[in-house]
């Protein structure tokens, strides 16, 4: 089940005159489930995410990788994302469209396993054991010419030792459904937080008694249908 939450993201205008708040939608939907035994911190800064695989999708159908280094720089072709702060918390993310070639980003997808890194998507408290305060994409801007509203879509949920609290993800979809073209810019700010063992994150497989209990039930589904036929 999709949830859907219509968020309008008023930027101050800061550095560039051209800045511009731009709405956004966002979505949360279960996706894959993934697990992990605990969280390290919940103030997360660049040199923390170290890892994090992002993907940028253009409209001529290539895609192109690259990972977040440990100055919180993620250096693609043509594109870069980068957050510097100290905090997810309240300190922005930045995405820059230097030279697409004539061609338009429409996705980023931020995985943050690969980082340690899950999203904190909810306010109001602690939700997740060890999350603190969360925040979903939240203080969007953008300059440039083409970007008029984006979608952000938080996928694949992330437990506590098979517990899901509502509030933590391990994918990050940002959809430009205008397209980012070259010297474009995007900045947001979305909440982060670390596993506390590296490699933590991961998708969540059912222990092997609980698949076989699952075949049992399915052997038994099968012979009762065989005696009412």
Known sequence: MTVKQSLLGFAVLAASSTALAVPVTTN??????????GLSSFSTGANDMEGLSITAQFSNGTTDTAALNG??????????????????????????ASNTSGSLIEQLIFSGSSGDTVFD????????????????????SYSGSTVSDVTATYTNQV???????????ETL??????????????????????????????VDVPEPGTLALLGLGLVGLTAARKRSA
């Open 121 to 140: 998507v909810l306010g109001g408290g602690e939700y997740t054991p060890g999350s603190a305060n969360g925040r979903a994409i939240d203080n969007a």
């Open 71 to 96: 100055s919180g720089s993620a250096n693609g072709a043509g594109w870069s994302v980068s957050f510097s702060g100290a905090t997810t918390f309240n300190q922005p993310w930045t995405v820059n």
């Open 173 to 202: 979809i940002l959809s430009f459904n205008q397209g980012l073209a070259s010297n474009d810019s995007f900045s947001f700010v979305t909440d982060t937080d670390n596993s506390a063992i590296e490699g933590d994150i991961r």
């Open 159 to 169: 437990s506590l030792n098979g517990t899901f609290f509502g509030d933590l993800y």
């Open 28 to 37: 949360y939907t279960a996706g894959t489930a993934y697990t992990t035994t």
